[in-house]
């Protein structure tokens, strides 16, 4: 099993539409999470860190739930600037250690 | 200002060559790191350098060799290149030891004929 797992898509959807995805996590020790976001071709971009209450930042809101090891990521009022690769990132937990990334989320967003 | 540099950018080469991928950044973080995104596009750690210390070497072949010169520079060396190598490297740095977002260069994507 995969330290990190995502659905890996291809989530398609009209512009405005809300999108949500999911990710697990198969190591208890991690603390950190995050968002990241890959256009094509290009570098991963931090989207926003992922806290234990729950953040927003605009049109995107973070969830984790360290119960079931689960995190979220809700987009609202799709644009079509948002049609990227979504990674779910999460920190082993231990000094020294890496953050371990999920495949990936595709979301494209249509006109 | 480019926060996370790496040249080069595009690598094309054959089989069996020794090749190097230099990496700079300027966000006076102490850490850094190289990945490999393979064709499948899943994003996995190689190396990470704290002030100039290996913390982390995932299984790499020893093919590759990083050397950190200084906490701002972390270049990798890949010796005998093989078809399987062919991938995009990823420069990244983040201050402190891992749990800390990570700023990524734009990847050098290394093609083996």
């Known amino acids: 099993r995969k330290e990190v797992e995502q659905d890996p898509g291809p989530f398609n959807v009209p512009e405005g539409a809300t999108v949500a995805f999911n990710c697990t996590y198969s190591?208890?020790?991690?603390?950190?999470f995050f968002w990241y976001r890959q256009d094509c071709r290009k570098e991963p971009k931090l989207l926003m860190s992922?806290?234990?209450s729950g953040n927003e930042d605009g049109r995107f809101t973070a969830q984790l739930n360290r119960a079931s090891q689960y995190i979220s990521l809700l987009i609202r009022d799709s644009k079509l600037s948002d049609s990227a690769t979504y990674l779910c990132?999460?920190?082993?937990?231990?000094?020294?250690?890496?953050?371990?990334f999920g495949k990936g989320t595709t979301l494209s967003v249509s006109s | 200002d480019t926060a996370v540099s790496q040249t080069p950018k595009y690598l094309v080469t054959q089989m069996g060559n020794d090749k190097s991928i230099k990496c700079e950044q300027n966000?006076?973080?102490?850490?850094m790191y190289w990945y490999k995104q393979d064709s499948k596009k899943f994003l996995k750690i190689m190396f990470s350098?704290?002030?100039?210390?290996?913390?982390i070497n995932e299984t790499v072949p020893n093919r590759f060799s990083p050397k950190s010169p200084d906490k701002a520079h972390l270049n990798l060396h890949i010796n005998s290149l093989e078809l399987g190598d062919s991938a995009v490297y990823f420069c990244?740095?983040?201050?402190?030891?891992?749990?800390?977002?990570?700023?990524f260069g734009d990847g050098t994507r290394l093609s083996i004929l």
């Open positions: 990132v999460a920190h082993r937990g231990q000094a020294g250690t890496a953050l371990i």
């Open positions: 990244a740095s983040s201050q402190g030891r891992g749990n800390q977002p990570q700023h």
């Open positions: 966000l006076g973080h102490d850490t």
């Open positions: 190591n208890s020790a991690s603390q950190s």
């Open positions: 350098y704290n002030n100039k210390e290996l913390i």
């Open positions: 992922v806290y234990s």
